[in-house]
């Protein structure tokens, strides 16, 4: 069966969408964010562990802050519904921390472009475990698209 072909404009019409717009802002401001956080790890006097360390636990009090704000004012209830789970939200919360640990100290490390590029070799980990629980289809498209990270990848690794 052959593959269905785009229109010019059905592409600009996609690309131009409210959900395409929304990943590519919120892919933005990420990167701003790690250009920031590599900035502020930076400005710290200390060694490598500490300066990660410092600003990961401001960016950690300024988003629950944030966040907790936001459920608050637009969903009430659902902050006790949350808290009713701590013991969960615990174990997720330390390993979310222990992953950020990690990016925050190979950004005070290395260029953060550089480490955020690496980095998305957690898109072929996140797919290969999806595929191996969940029994899940493998899409030529898929398959097309982690061949794409892993040369980018490389061209990075060999052109930096």
């Known amino acids: 069966m052959m593959g269905r072909y785009y229109s010019l404009k059905e592409i600009q019409n996609a690309i131009l ?76 919360g330390l390993f979310g921390m222990l992953a950020s640990a990690s990016w925050f100290t190979a950004m005070t490390i290395e260029n953060a472009a550089h480490v955020r590029a690496l980095g998305q070799l957690e898109i072929i980990f996140a797919y290969i475990t999806t595929l191996y629980f969940f029994r899940e289809k493998v899409l030529k498209s898929e398959i097309i698209g982690c061949l794409l990270i892993i040369l980018g990848i490389f061209v990075l690794l060999i052109y930096r």
């Open 17 to 92: 969408s409210k959900p395409a717009m929304i990943g590519l802002l919120s892919g933005l401001f990420f990167g701003i964010a790690s250009v920031f956080y590599r900035a502020s790890s930076l400005s710290i006097s200390g060694g490598v562990l500490i300066q990660a360390a410092y600003t990961l636990a401001v960016a950690i009090i300024i988003q629950t802050t944030l966040t907790a704000i936001y459920i608050i004012y637009r969903e009430p209830g659902q902050i006790f519904k949350i808290l009713r789970y701590w013991k969960t939200a615990t174990l997720v």
